[in-house]
């Protein structure tokens, strides 16, 4: 099979890229896009360090062959920075020392964004649940699950319009 183009949009920004078949996704955003915040784990759906948004939904970049994601927007823990300023989950996971080495971090926070879009106000159970493919050597989970129920918290003070960023 030919090498295609594939088009999609990443962190707001047009892509069209010639891509051989069967790429995984996770090699494309590091390699030919330069996302590298997105990390190359385990690379079998096993890890969540790939976890990314496509249309809004979390998934592991890198079980999807790129050519999936024609005309899908994409975002990646680039994407969640804006104007140079953390996002509250980013933030939360700094102030609960929520990250040591940091490898699993990026998708963790994909990962909890993806429930925060859709769950402002999220139990603990809820977050565990949404957590449960992303793994973590370091931190023993309960630094994360009280981060993202920090940046919940957060969140619900904020006006609508800020919540959403
Ligand atoms: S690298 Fe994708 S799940 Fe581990
Ligand atoms: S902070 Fe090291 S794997 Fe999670």
């Given at each position: 099979m030919k090498s295609s183009y594939v088009s999609f949009t990443l962190n707001g920004e047009e892509k069209e890229l010639l891509i051989e078949p069967g790429r995984r996704l996770v090699d494309v955003l590091r390699?030919?896009?330069?996302?590298?915040?997105t990390k190359n784990g385990?690379?079998?759906?096993?890890?969540?360090?790939?976890t990314v948004h496509i249309d809004g939904v979390a998934m592991l970049s890198c079980l999807l062959?790129?050519?999936?994601?024609?005309?899908s927007e994409i975002v990646t823990i680039e994407g969640v920075v804006r104007n140079r300023v953390l996002h509250v989950l980013q933030e939360a996971f700094l102030a609960q020392a929520?990250?040591?080495?940091?490898?699993?971090t990026a998708g963790m926070i994909m990962a909890a964004k993806a429930l925060l879009d859709c769950d402002?106000?999220?139990?603990r159970q809820a977050v565990i649940e949404a957590l449960s493919g992303n793994v973590c050597?370091?931190?023993?989970?309960e630094p994360i699950i009280a981060a993202v129920l920090a940046a919940a918290a957060t969140l619900a003070k904020r006006p609508a319009a800020a919540a959403a960023a």
């Open positions: 390699e030919q896009c330069g996302a590298t915040g385990c690379g079998q759906g096993s890890c969540g360090a790939c062959p790129a050519e999936l994601v024609d005309g929520a990250t040591q080495c940091g490898f699993c402002p106000s999220p139990s050597r370091c931190t023993g989970y």
